[in-house]
């Protein structure tokens, strides 16, 4: 491995070290998967298929499983649309094998579910998806319902990746607040850190 692949690897480390201090989450949760490297379609896939087997080891509530398996994929599928891409292996299309960098992790502890996703973006980016998710953290379970709406009916919004279609509707059937970060990487990008909770109680999504 060259001094360049040495360095890649010690910042995926330092940032993977940043999530897991995230609040304290190692301390307050069991992991039950923690990925860094390319996602692909054989990525989501294989966490999908361990998630879902670990739900149903453990009987977990139906409505529950669903809602943490939606949250699941689309926070990989986030990564796909949002990460900034630094090289010229990667792409946007998971049928190529190699897309786009980052890390996931998923746990849970006596009340809830979390799912955290890790990657890099263009700070222009980061700035449109505070705004997103800050409003979006603004509302109230009415107000989400109408944003969605109001998304859905408006194409340039349901199809802008930067717009926030798939954080709406998991705030929507989560209906629990987005805990994010940026850490800076360079004058260009910047690390995104997301978190996303699913409760255990059986409320009505």
């Known amino acids: 491995m060259d001094n360049n692949g040495y360095e890649q690897v010690y910042k995926q480390l330092k940032h993977l070290k940043t999530v897991i201090n995230f609040k304290k989450m190692m301390t307050e949760s069991h992991l039950n998967v923690v990925f860094m490297g390319n996602v692909t379609q054989a990525t989501i896939d294989g966490i999908t298929d361990m998630i879902s ?13 669903k809602r943490v398996y939606h949250v699941m994929m689309e926070s990989l599928q986030n990564i796909c649309k949002h990460a900034d891409s630094q090289s010229e292996e990667e792409s946007n299309s998971l049928e190529q094998g190699l897309v786009k960098k980052g890390i996931f992790l998923i746990g849970h502890n006596e009340n809830e579910y979390f799912i955290t996703t890790g990657n890099n973006i263009e700070i ?40 926030g279609l798939g954080f709406i509707d998991i705030a929507k059937k989560t209906g629990t607040k987005y805990e994010y970060y940026f850490e800076p990487d360079n004058e260009v990008s910047c690390f995104f850190i997301l978190t996303m909770r699913v409760a255990k109680a059986n409320e009505e999504a």
Not at 132 to 159: F, H, P, T
């Open 53 to 65: 087997e670990d739900l149903s080891t453990r009987n977990e509530n139906r409505r529950v499983t």
């Open 124 to 163: 222009k980016s980061a700035v449109t998806l505070r705004d997103v998710l800050d409003n979006i953290n603004s509302l109230d379970a009415d107000g989400i319902k109408q944003l969605y709406r109001d998304a859905m009916m408006n194409s340039e919004i349901g199809d802008t990746g930067g717009a």
